[in-house]
Every structure is written in C-alpha cells, then in structure tokens.
Nanobody, 127 residues
C-alpha cells in the first residue's frame, strides 16, 4: 500500500524559512516517478506549488519562484520543499503528491494528475 507522510510544518514569522519533507513507503521513487507539493488555504482550492521529475526537471508556481526549492532523494524515498522568505499568504496545509510517470514536458501542477497523496502538514506564517 502506497503511503506518503509529510513533516516539517510549523509556525514562523514572515521572512522566515521552513523545510518540508515527504517520505514514501510501499513503493520506491524511481527515475520516472513524478512528485509534487500542493497547498490549500482555508476557503481556497488546492493549488500546485512545485513539482519535480526523476531527471531533476522542476516546475514552480509563479507565486513561489525564487523563494521555494523542490528536491528529492530517491535513495531515501524522500521529497523536500525548502521554503525561504515566507509570506503570510503562504499559510496553508501543504500536501505532497506522487504519480508513476511525469510523461513529456515540465512536471505538472494540477491536482487531477496525481494518484497518491499525503495527509498534509500545516504551515502558518505570521506578519
């Protein structure tokens, strides 16, 4: 059974940093797996934040470019999201997601592309 577990969320002041982790069990990240981070703020739809494929090709939402960095360690079955210069509008529940193939082009940031999801971790940024 595939399971994704996020960790690293918390509360920080604006301008601070957090590093999220997502560890997979039940299967191993392989070079063709597609992995991503999403977030959902209260009253808003879930939105894509960043995605990465097995070759290291990345895709970022405009709102986080230059501040967030996605990476993964396939040997450890772990996906990361380094978040710097955090803003109050980054406050949300952050979810990791995975699917078996990124296919062609930049890894996608659409929710309906991904099959496997974690339970989420809360990130709160105060002004």
């Amino acid at each position: 059974r595939v399971q994704l577990v996020e960790s690293g969320g918390g509360s920080v002041e604006a301008g601070g940093s957090l590093r999220l982790s997502c560890t997979a069990s039940g299967y191993m990240y392989r070079s063709y797996y597609c992995t991503a981070w999403f977030r959902q703020a209260p009253g808003k739809e879930r939105e894509g934040v960043a995605a990465i494929d097995g070759d290291g090709l990345t895709n970022y939402a405009e709102s986080v470019k230059g501040r967030f960095t996605i990476s993964r360690d396939d040997a450890k079955n772990t996906l990361y999201l380094q978040m710097n210069s955090l803003k109050p509008e980054d406050t949300a529940i952050y979810y990791c997601a995975a699917d078996q193939d990124c296919y062609e082009g930049p890894p996608r940031l659409t929710t309906n592309f991904y099959t496997y999801w974690g339970q989420g971790t809360q990130v709160t940024v105060s002004s």
